[in-house]
């Protein structure tokens, strides 16, 4: 119960500071994380679709570097087949340097 309300806490903070992020591609419409399972997932529009893409990115995990924070996705489900070919080959068992203001806040609650 109580990793569930953190979640949920973690979530809306995560999405306040992404929210801003996504504005030049699109709009975040929900993120939810699940410590637990190392699971997040985001729905979004994407500028010039009018249908949300649903993403999960899977066996997460963040750390703190030389240079920033960095997040390691294990695995990666798009909604829409061609933009998870993309994220299959592109972000998938890949590390990605996030944002300060996003790591920042991450690294405290994920």
Do not use: C
């Amino acid at each position: 119960m109580l990793g569930a309300l953190k979640d949920k806490a973690s979530s809306a903070a995560l999405k306040a500071a992404a929210k801003r992020y996504m504005q030049p591609y699109g709009v975040l419409h929900t993120l939810h994380i699940d410590s637990k399972a190392k699971r997040i997932e985001a729905s979004v529009t994407l500028k010039g679709e009018t249908e949300p893409t649903h993403i999960v990115f899977a066996s997460y995990r963040l750390e703190k570097e030389a240079k920033g924070y960095g997040l390691y996705v294990g695995s990666v489900t798009v909604s829409k087949p061609w933009l998870e070919a993309l994220a299959k080959r592109f972000v998938e068992n890949k590390r990605w340097i996030l944002p300060d203001e996003i790591g920042k806040i991450a690294i405290k609650i994920i």
